[in-house]
Each structure stands twice: as C-alpha cells, then as structure tokens.
C-alpha cells in the first residue's frame, strides 16, 4: 500500500476537494461539483453523512484501505468515474499488443530447424513482396507454410474463445459459462465432423455454426425446462438460469454430441480414426494452414468486432434483466442476437481446432481481476490475453513431446481444470 | 430552487396485465401528480412491484396505457424512455467485479452512444449521483463488499445518473436503519422539488403518510383508493386492504397521519372479489 496512513485526527481532511465539504453537518458546503455539473444543483439538498461506522471501519473493500477515519476519502474522489485501477486499461492494451506480436516472432522460431527472429521477420518481408528472399526455399517453407499459419490460427482461436466466454458469462449471468463447458463446441464438432465425411468442405464453418447454435438452444432448453422455469427460448433464457443447472446441462449436452462425433469419425474413417476422435474431442491446431487463418481469423474480425461494440449492453445485465430492461436495453433481442454472434464465432472456431476447452472461461476471469468488469476494458483485453494464451499453451503442445504431437486441449484443460475448481470455490453462493 | 424544471403528471389508464393465466393488474386507473411524491401501498401481492415493471416499459400490458404529461410510454423507443424514467429495485443482487462509481455509471447507459465512452458531463452526473446518495466515500470500494443499506444507496444513486423526469422506487426503505430511510425519503422529497415526479412502492404506512403528497392503494391488482393521504389512510381502509386494525391519529409535531397498530383484525369470511 503506497498509501499515505490515514490521520490520526478523522476530521482533517486529505484532499482539497474534502476541504471543500464540511462532514457531517448534512449540508453540501459548496452547490456545484468542481466538474460543473449541469442540472439544478442550486439548493442544497439533504445528502446522506458517511460516517466512520458507514466508511466500512473493520469492514474490508477491495484493495481501497477501508478502516480509515471519517475525514479520509479514497484516492481520486474528486473523478470517481473509473479511477480505482492503478494501470490504465489503454496501457494494458497496449502492452499485450505488443506482447503479442512479439509472441507470434518469437513462437515462429521455436522448434527444430534453428531459426532466428530475423529469419521471421525476412520471410514477412519477402511474402509481403517488401524484400528480396534471403532464407532457402525449406527454411522460408517452415516458417510461412507451416509455423506462422498455426501461430496465427492459435492466436485467433484464443481471441475468439476468450471473447466468446466474456459475452456468454455476461449474457447468462453465470461466473462459468464457456463455449465449452455448455456445450457450443461439441455441438459444433458434430457439424464439421459430418460435413466433412459428406465432402462438402466449404461449408465447414457453417455446419459447424449450426451444430453449435443447436447444442446451445439444447442446453439453455434443458437449464430452463427442466427447472420449471420460462421456455427454454434464446431470448427468454439465460435471466432465470442457475449457473450449476446451466453447466449440468451442458455436460450432458457435450456428452451426447462427442459420442455422436466419435460414431461418425469411428464409422468413416479409414485410417487412424482414434487420432482423428481425441483431435476434435480435445481440440488440435496440428495441420493448419492458411485456410484455418482465413476462417478463424475471419470470424474473430467479423463477428468479434462487432462484438466489441456491445459492451455498453453487456455492462447493463450486470444486475439482471429488469435492471437492463429499465436502462433501455431490449433484453430478449439483444440476448438472442449476440447468443448467436457467439455461436457462429465458436463454429467457425472449433472448424480449424476441434473444441478446445476452457480458454473462454480463465482469460476473462484472469482479465477482469485486473481490470474490473467493465466489458469496454473486460473484451478487447480477454481477447488479446487469450491470444497470447493459446499461441504459447499451443506452442507447448507441439514441442513439449518433440517430435510427438499433443493435442492442445490437453494442456489447456491442464491448466483450466483447477481454474474452473478455483471459480467453484470462489463462488460459494452458487446454485 | 432556482432552475426547478417543470414537471409532468403521471396517468395509468385500464392497465391490465396477467402473467401465465394469473390476473396481476386488472384495469387499473392511477394518477401522480406533476412534481408529486406518490406512494404506492399495499399487501404483499398486491402488484406494487409489477405496476412498476408496467411504467418502466420492463414488461407490457396487455391493454391500457401509460402516459407521462404528454408522451405514451409504450410508444416511446426504448433508449428514449430509459432518458425519462428510472426503476430502483428492491432488490440487491451480486455483481462481482464492479466499484460502487461503475455501478452509478450504468445510470448513464441510456444516454451513452455505441461506441463513444462517457463523456465530462456523464462523469459529472455520476459524481453529482454519488454525493447526493452519499455515497463519495464509498466510490471506489467494490459492490460486492457493501451492505444491503449502502447497495440500496447505489441503486437511487444509479437511477438518479439517468437524469430521470419519473423515478419509480421499489422499496427504497428496505434494508435502512430508520435514519438512514428518513434521509432517503428526505432526499427524494427534495428531488421532487427539483422538478421530478416520483413514485416509491412503501410498506410503512406512516412514513409514506410523512413524506407523500399522494398515496395509491393497491390490493389484488386494482386501485382501492388514492389522494392526500389524510383523506386516503382510514382505520377503515386499513382494515380492510391489510386486515389490520388501526387507530389514525395526528402527528403530535408534523401534523401529518400516524398509524398506530393494534391487531391482526379477523379474515374476511370470502377473500375480497376480484
């Protein structure tokens, strides 16, 4: 704490814009905020006296040094508009840019074949037809045709799910919602895996949006229903849905439609169809190419930006529908459209990487310890953390076992698997 | 009271409304006046909290109409009616992660564009928010560590950054120790003052009596009786909306009605016919 320690004396006030009030005598000592409020602000009303019993003295805030005298006022009283965060969020947002560019360089050299960032960066320059070729044809190979679309397709997948997992916990109120955990990402397997079978690979990311809007409806249907709460409709759920009945239902949800994928790889396959099952059951990002860029990269612009500008509406279900309603939000269109803005992100997604699970779920709980709640902040810093995330987890997966594979999943349910037991402990009120 | 904006008057004409095959609000006629502190009153059931639901567009009637001075509430686009009317519910949900200034920023969601962040002046009636709910100490401390009083606090506080002309209060006294309802019964008086209409859901009959100019009794979803509380909070119309018996004498120092309770009075050998 840098903090100076509060006054011995609770009257003295710490900062001018205190001295400016007189406490305790029920009367504001000045009309108008220093700001120049707009509004009749002329008469003095009647405001409300904190005392020291009030200020939370022996009760603890959040990293805001209660316990102080009634003549001490937080840190930037005078701007209480968002000051309570010691970096700005444009600072964090400009350090994991940054950090994620330099990941992509530095994740590209990584493995065998011994090369440098400069290598990276010479083969950039002559693809992007701003500089003469300097690598040999095998070495520019490994670094354009085989690591930088994986790198890239990892860092997009991230985003994506991480953005995903921010609306969905906004949406349905639910510290564990995931496109994992509920479902989306099986649903969206079982698509993709029967387009494939059926050859008709262009349109991969579409059934996949299917299966993944349909496992969705599945499981806010069975949360809702078999509660006895409103029909289980997009618009309609979400308010009125536990998080613990949310989740059951998406386990058996996930259940169903990974057997289903497993029946259709085992029934079609010709060759290692086990190979085929763990790498859409867990998720892999082993064989990407720049077609898995396009799609996943694609739909994160597409979709996610679009999703960024919503945060204004998520901010409002914060205290739920009605508070929403009564802020002018229309709940049911909004939660439908960007339900499903989620759902087709997760398609296109799980298309190029099988479901790979609970990166939705730790990067925004790990952002918003940070930055607090706010979706302007939460999302695009979500995002660019699970970009950072699944590129290097990614990373991990392909080197850690060199020569050998793992599929990412793996790592990431590693990692998610106590996070997620870390939120249910957390989160003891949950039902 | 030197730039006092003029009010406007409210008017709830043959509202009706029923969820599932259940008769919640059934043609129900009630007026505040412009500028009026109105109390709603009533039984627990009554449909207090759901006429206020019905006002703020949060849910819509099946037939009848709002109307704020001129405007039909119903007709309004949403964003517009959010920038008119402001709900404070009664009740006080968890929401992790937010300080006390964020959950007052809400208020200003109405008002905010798409893309454009709050401004000087959001930030403005966010402080101005703040310091009238008295709540400039507590900006910064997390939501989820208040107690139910102060959260109470934040939600007038966050229904007042709307810069609302009707402010509907749904038990707004729920949680405060006596003081701290007498200040915030106070502080809505004086808003009203100010040029707002307000109307506040209250179960203590003599504080609504204290500080309304006009109560709205509800029972089974009609308006039973309405006016100057003098005229409306009778032993008799205690007894039989509440089935309480009470004696109503003077204020010995406010002159205003004072409700002293007796007993529970006996049931009513039907319940009241709808």
Same mark, same amino acid.
């Given at each position: 704490?840098?903090?100076?320690?509060?006054?011995?004396?609770?009257?003295?006030?710490?900062?001018?814009?205190?001295?400016?009030?007189?406490?305790?005598?029920?009367?504001?000592?000045?009309? !108008?905020?220093?700001?120049?409020?707009?509004?009749? +602000?002329?008469?003095?009303?009647?405001?409300?006296?904190?005392?020291?019993?009030?200020?939370?003295?022996?009760?603890?805030?959040?990293?805001?040094?209660?316990?102080?005298?009634?003549?001490?006022?937080?840190?930037?009283?005078?701007?209480?508009?968002?000051?309570?965060?010691?970096?700005?969020?444009?600072?964090?947002?400009?350090? #994991? $840019?940054?950090?994620?560019? !330099?990941?992509?360089?530095?994740?590209?050299?990584? %493995?065998?074949?011994?090369?440098?960032?400069?290598? $990276?960066?010479?083969?950039?320059?002559?693809? #992007?037809?701003?500089?003469?070729?300097?690598?040999?044809?095998?070495?520019?190979?490994?670094?354009?045709? #085989?690591?930088?679309?994986?790198?890239?397709?990892?860092?997009?997948?991230?985003?994506?799910?991480?953005?995903?997992? *921010?609306?969905?916990?906004?949406?349905?109120?639910?510290?564990?919602?995931?496109?994992? =955990?509920?479902?989306?990402?099986?649903? *969206?397997?079982?698509?993709?895996?029967?387009?494939?079978?059926?050859?008709?690979?262009?349109?991969?990311?579409?059934?996949?949006?299917?299966?993944?809007?349909?496992?969705?409806?599945?499981?806010?249907?069975?949360?809702?229903?078999?509660?006895?709460?409103?029909?289980?409709?997009?618009?309609?759920?979400?308010?009125?849905?536990?998080?613990?009945?949310?989740?059951?239902?998406?386990?058996?949800?996930?259940?169903?439609?990974?057997?289903?994928?497993?029946?259709?790889?085992?029934? +079609?396959?010709?060759?290692?169809?086990?190979?085929?099952?763990?790498?859409?059951?867990?998720? +892999?990002?082993?064989?990407?190419?720049?077609?898995?860029?396009?799609?996943?990269?694609?739909?994160?612009?597409?979709?996610?930006?679009?999703?960024?500008?919503?945060?204004?509406?998520?901010?409002?279900?914060?205290?739920?529908?009605?508070?929403?309603?009564?802020?002018? @939000?229309?709940?049911?269109? +909004?939660?439908?459209?960007?339900?499903?803005?989620?759902?087709?992100?997760?398609?296109?997604?799980?298309?190029?990487?099988?479901?790979?699970?609970?990166?939705?779920?730790?990067?925004?709980?790990?952002?918003?310890?940070?930055?607090?709640?706010?979706?302007?902040?939460?999302?695009?810093?979500?995002?660019?953390?699970?970009?950072?995330?699944?590129?290097? $987890?990614?990373?991990?997966?392909?080197?850690?076992?060199?020569?050998?594979?793992?599929?990412?999943?793996?790592?990431?349910?590693?990692?998610?698997?106590?996070?997620?037991?870390?939120?249910?402990?957390?989160?003891?009120?949950?039902? | 009271?030197?730039?006092?904006?003029?009010?406007?008057?409210?008017?709830?004409?043959?509202?009706?409304?029923?969820?599932?095959?259940?008769?919640?609000?059934?043609?129900?006629?009630?007026?505040?006046?412009?500028?009026?502190?109105?109390?709603?009153? %009533?039984?627990?059931? !009554?449909?207090?909290?759901?006429?206020?639901?019905?006002?703020?567009?949060?849910?819509?009637?099946?037939?009848?109409?709002?109307?704020?001075?001129?405007?039909? =509430?119903?007709?309004?686009?949403?964003?517009?009616?959010?920038?008119?009317?402001?709900?404070?519910?009664?009740?006080?949900?968890?929401?992790? /992660?937010?300080?006390?200034?964020?959950?007052?920023?809400?208020?200003?969601?109405?008002? =905010?564009?798409?893309?454009?962040?709050?401004?000087?002046?959001?930030?403005?009636?966010?402080?101005?928010?703040?310091?009238?709910?008295?709540?400039?100490?507590?900006?910064?401390?997390?939501? /989820?560590?208040?107690? /139910? &009083?102060?959260?109470?606090?934040?939600?007038?506080?966050?229904?007042?950054?709307?810069?609302?002309?009707?402010?509907?209060?749904?038990?707004?006294?729920?949680?405060?120790?006596?003081?701290?309802?007498?200040?915030?019964? /106070?502080?809505?008086?004086?808003?009203?003052?100010?040029?707002?209409?307000?109307?506040?859901?209250?179960?203590?009959?003599?504080?609504?009596?204290?500080?309304?100019?006009?109560?709205?009794?509800?029972?089974?979803?009609?308006?039973?009786?309405? &006016?100057?509380?003098?005229? @409306?909070?009778?032993?008799?119309?205690?007894?039989?909306?509440?089935?309480?018996?009470?004696?109503?004498?003077?204020?010995?120092?406010?002159?205003?009605?004072?409700?002293?309770?007796?007993?529970?009075? *006996?049931?009513?050998?039907?319940?009241?016919? !709808?």
């Amino acid at each position: 704490m840098s903090r100076p320690t509060p006054p011995v004396t609770p009257v003295t006030p710490v900062t001018p814009v205190t001295a400016r009030r007189v406490p305790k005598t029920g009367r504001r000592a000045d009309a !108008a905020p220093e700001t120049g409020a707009s509004g009749p +602000s002329e008469q003095p009303l009647p405001v409300f006296v904190t005392t020291a019993d009030d200020a939370g003295a022996g009760r603890r805030g959040t990293g805001s040094g209660a316990g102080a005298g009634a003549g001490t006022v937080r840190r930037g009283a005078g701007t209480p508009a968002g000051a309570k965060r010691s970096v700005p969020t444009g600072a964090w947002a400009v350090g #994991l $840019v940054a950090l994620l560019g !330099a990941s992509i360089v530095v994740a590209v050299t990584i %493995g065998p074949a011994g090369l440098a960032p400069a290598d $990276v960066f010479a083969s950039i320059a002559a693809h #992007l037809g701003i500089g003469e070729p300097t690598l040999s044809p095998l070495r520019d190979g490994i670094v354009w045709e #085989l690591r930088m679309p994986r790198v890239l397709t990892a860092a997009a997948v991230g985003a994506g799910l991480a953005l995903c997992g *921010a609306v969905m916990q906004a949406l349905t109120r639910n510290p564990l919602a995931d496109p994992y =955990l509920l479902g989306l990402s099986s649903g *969206a397997s079982v698509g993709a895996v029967i387009v494939i079978v059926l050859g008709v690979g262009l349109l991969l990311p579409f059934a996949a949006f299917v299966g993944a809007l349909v496992a969705l409806a599945a499981t806010l249907a069975l949360a809702a229903g078999a509660g006895g709460g409103r029909a289980g409709s997009l618009g309609g759920a979400g308010g009125s849905l536990t998080p613990t009945r949310t989740v059951l239902a998406g386990l058996a949800v996930a259940s169903v439609f990974g057997a289903v994928t497993s029946l259709v790889i085992f029934w +079609s396959a010709t060759g290692d169809s086990y190979r085929e099952i763990l790498n859409w059951l867990l998720g +892999s990002l082993a064989g990407t190419d720049w077609t898995s860029v396009a799609i996943a990269g694609g739909a994160v612009l597409v979709i996610g930006i679009p999703l960024l500008t919503s945060a204004k509406t998520l901010d409002a279900f914060a205290f739920g529908d009605t508070a929403a309603a009564a802020l002018g @939000v229309h709940v049911g269109r +909004s939660r439908a459209l960007l339900l499903t803005a989620t759902a087709l992100l997760t398609g296109a997604l799980v298309a190029v990487s099988g479901s790979i699970g609970f990166v939705g779920l730790i990067l925004p709980h790990g952002v918003r310890l940070i930055v607090g709640s706010r979706h302007r902040a939460l999302l695009p810093l979500s995002a660019l953390a699970g970009a950072i995330f699944l590129l290097w $987890v990614d990373t991990g997966a392909r080197t850690l076992f060199d020569p050998r594979e793992l599929p990412v999943g793996i790592l990431t349910a590693l990692i998610g698997g106590p996070v997620f037991a870390l939120l249910l402990l957390r989160n003891r009120g949950l039902r | 009271m030197t730039d006092a904006r003029k009010a406007d008057a409210l008017h709830v004409d043959r509202v009706r409304f029923t969820r599932g095959n259940r008769l919640i609000i059934d043609d129900l006629d009630c007026t505040v006046p412009a500028g009026a502190v109105g109390a709603l009153l %009533g039984p627990n059931g !009554a449909g207090k909290s759901t006429l206020l639901h019905l006002i703020a567009g949060v849910e819509r009637a099946d037939a009848g109409a709002a109307r704020f001075g001129e405007r039909d =509430l119903a007709k309004m686009r949403r964003r517009e009616r959010a920038r008119v009317i402001a709900l404070a519910e009664q009740e006080v949900t968890d929401a992790p /992660g937010l300080t006390v200034a964020e959950v007052v920023a809400l208020g200003r969601t109405p008002h =905010l564009g798409a893309f454009a962040g709050p401004s000087e002046r959001d930030r403005a009636i966010v402080a101005r928010g703040l310091e009238d709910a008295g709540l400039l100490d507590l900006a910064h401390r997390d939501y /989820g560590s208040l107690s /139910g &009083g102060e959260r109470q606090r934040v939600n007038l506080a966050r229904a007042l950054a709307q810069e609302p002309e009707l402010l509907l209060l749904d038990e707004p006294t729920n949680h405060l120790d006596i003081r701290a309802q007498l200040m915030m019964l /106070g502080l809505v008086r004086e808003l009203a003052r100010g040029g707002l209409t307000v109307l506040a859901a209250l179960h203590d009959l003599s504080l609504a009596a204290a500080y309304a100019d006009h109560v709205v009794v509800l029972a089974e979803g009609r308006v039973v009786a309405a &006016g100057d509380p003098h005229a @409306v909070l009778t032993p008799e119309l205690i007894r039989d909306v509440w089935r309480v018996e009470a004696s109503v004498i003077e204020h010995p120092a406010t002159g205003r009605p004072l409700i002293a309770y007796a007993g529970i009075a *006996a049931p009513l050998p039907m319940p009241l016919q !709808a």
